[in-house]
């Protein structure tokens, strides 16, 4: 199917980018989710705004004590960077397992934590990894915990006028480590997540004394398994202590049945991957 017929603009400035932003548009980085949903007339901008040829958004930067990851870094970048290797694992393996070479060659990180998909892998490993986004217009910056972007399927929290410039991250220190694992649609790693899960975990004289883990793929939007965490922290990260904890992946969050699972086996797949991705985080530390 074709799209609806639309205006495209391609700024060179982030200020152009912002003046032509509004209810009507929409911003166009990679185009690997965008111009799909396009095509199907899920959405009709009126206008595209395409920040692909403004200078100086697809570097990740070392600012001391966290890393920056551009607007317009590329999945492949962001899965293969020393810096996200070192500080944001679990952000680089999700990267890494997104879509084909072709999409990571293409799709960019942001696009993807603002695209908000329901399955979608990046989402969960920002996240576990205390990311913060950055977000811009014309009326100025403001910054958002990731925990509080993933508002609803297909919705963050940006607004219309935004631009999603960054999103950073704070630097792993001692003891510190994350990971992310999931279950993909066609089996194995490929492709979108039925269930996925990232765990950042800080370990300290022996026991672990704070703990993040995010779900992905079951149900309205990647979310925060805050009793996963409060459940880890104080224990020694024992193989009974992780199992222990994944138990409650789903104690809080909203799991839904989909055209992949039912709600049960969702359930069952977000403990699963819960356990699996504290117990490589903590390999890591
Ligand atoms: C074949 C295929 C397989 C895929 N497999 C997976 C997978 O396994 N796992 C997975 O997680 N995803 C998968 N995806 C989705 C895809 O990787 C991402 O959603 C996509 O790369 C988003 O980045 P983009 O730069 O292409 O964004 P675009 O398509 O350009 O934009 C997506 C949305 O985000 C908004 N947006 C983009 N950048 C910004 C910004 N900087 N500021 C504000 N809004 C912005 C756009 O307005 C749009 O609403 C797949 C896609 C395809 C086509």
């Known amino acids: 199917?074709?799209?609806?017929?639309?205006?495209?603009?391609?700024?060179?400035?982030?200020?152009?980018?912002?003046?032509a932003l509004n209810e009507d548009s929409k911003v166009m980085a990679g185009g690997m989710s965008l111009l799909p949903l396009m095509k199907m007339r899920l959405f009709s901008p009126a206008v595209v705004v395409d920040i692909?040829?403004?200078g100086g958004l697809d570097q990740v930067t070392d600012g001391g004590d966290h890393i920056e990851i551009g607007a317009l870094v590329r999945h492949a970048t962001t899965a293969s960077h020393d810096l996200v290797l070192a500080h944001a694992a679990a952000l680089a393996t999700?990267?890494?397992?997104?879509?084909?070479?072709?999409?990571r060659n293409r799709g960019t990180t942001c696009g993807s934590l603002a695209h908000a998909d329901v399955a979608a892998d990046q989402p969960a490993g920002a996240i576990a990894c205390g990311a913060v986004m950055i977000a811009a217009s014309s009326g100025g910056t403001r910054e958002i915990p990731a925990a509080e972007f993933f508002v609803d399927s297909l919705t963050s929290a940006l607004r219309p006028d935004e631009v999603l410039t960054a999103i950073r991250m704070p630097k792993a220190?001692?003891?510190?480590?994350?990971?992310?694992?999931?279950?993909?649609?066609?089996?194995?790693?490929?492709?979108y997540a039925v269930a996925g899960a990232a765990a950042w975990v800080r370990k300290s004289n022996g026991s672990i004394d704070a703990a993040r883990v995010a779900i992905t793929g079951v149900g309205t939007r990647p979310q925060l398994a805050e009793a996963v965490g409060e459940a880890l922290v104080g224990t020694d990260g024992s193989e009974e202590a992780v199992k222990a904890a994944a138990e409650r992946a789903a104690d809080e969050i909203t799991v839904l049945e989909d055209l992949y699972g039912s709600e049960e086996y969702k359930r069952h797949l977000?403990?699963?991957?819960?356990?699996?991705?504290?117990?490589?985080?903590?390999a890591a530390v």
Do not use: C, N
Request: charged share 25%; no cysteine; hydrophobic share 40%.
């Open 94 to 103: 999700a990267a890494s397992l997104t879509g084909d070479v072709q999409v």
């Open 1 to 19: 199917m074709y799209p609806r017929s639309f205006d495209y603009t391609a700024p060179s400035s982030l200020e152009e980018a912002y003046a």
């Open 52 to 54: 692909g040829r403004i």
């Open 270 to 282: 977000a403990k699963v991957y819960a356990a699996r991705a504290v117990r490589q985080a903590l």
């Open 173 to 191: 220190g001692a003891g510190e480590a994350s990971a992310y694992d999931k279950l993909g649609r066609r089996g194995g790693h490929s492709d």
